[in-house]
């Protein structure tokens, strides 16, 4: 399993321990609000440790996290950060939707490919991760290769 791999596999485990958290009845309001804070903290910690690591890679440029259009965590010059966040939600929607009508199954990666430059779109858990780069960089090769001092 290579780093990027590896770091998706820490992000599921972590949203999951926050997820049923979430789902825990208790008597102890404040003892599971302190837990909750203390997984949501350790997510968005693995989140932005994530994007930080993805931005060290040759070739990619920013990577932003986000969760129903909110900026929970990124890194890189990305323009319009903000502005990504709602614009990926719609496409998200719009991509669900065609998932459904051509029972592609959920939807795990979007790609926009411009004329100089692309953003990946992955799912992670209740996050979506987007990723920019040159429109030449092969991304699947770059997150397959150990995270090191950018140039």
């Given at each position: 399993?290579?780093?990027?791999?590896?770091?998706?596999?820490?992000?599921?485990?972590?949203?999951?321990?926050?997820s049923?958290?979430?789902?825990?009845?208790?008597?102890?309001?404040?003892?599971?609000?302190?837990?909750?804070?203390?997984?949501?903290?350790?997510f968005?910690?693995?989140?932005?440790?994530?994007?930080?690591?993805?931005?060290?890679?040759?070739?990619?440029?920013?990577?932003?996290?986000?969760?129903?259009?909110?900026?929970?965590?990124?890194?890189?010059?990305?323009?319009?950060?903000?502005?990504?966040?709602?614009?990926?939600?719609?496409?998200?929607?719009?991509?669900?939707?065609?998932?459904?009508?051509?029972?592609?199954?959920?939807?795990?990666?979007?790609?926009?490919?411009?004329?100089?430059?692309?953003?990946?779109?992955?799912?992670?858990?209740?996050?979506?991760?987007?990723?920019?780069?040159?429109?030449?960089?092969?991304?699947?090769?770059?997150?397959?290769?150990?995270?090191?001092?950018?140039?």
């Amino acid at each position: 399993m290579h780093w990027f791999e590896s770091q998706l596999a820490e992000l599921d485990r972590l949203a999951a321990a926050y997820s049923a958290a979430q789902l825990q009845p208790s008597d102890d309001l404040v003892g599971t609000s302190a837990s909750l804070r203390t997984k949501r903290g350790e997510f968005i910690g693995a989140l932005q440790t994530l994007v930080d690591g993805v931005v060290r890679i040759k070739g990619i440029d920013a990577c932003a996290a986000y969760h129903e259009g909110l900026i929970l965590a990124s890194a890189g010059q990305l323009p319009h950060a903000d502005a990504l966040g709602a614009l990926i939600e719609d496409s998200i929607g719009v991509a669900r939707d065609s998932s459904t009508i051509l029972k592609l199954g959920d939807i795990e990666q979007l790609v926009i490919v411009g004329s100089a430059s692309k953003v990946a779109v992955l799912n992670i858990g209740p996050v979506v991760l987007c990723i920019a780069c040159p429109k030449t960089t092969n991304l699947a090769a770059a997150l397959s290769e150990p995270v090191k001092a950018k140039r």
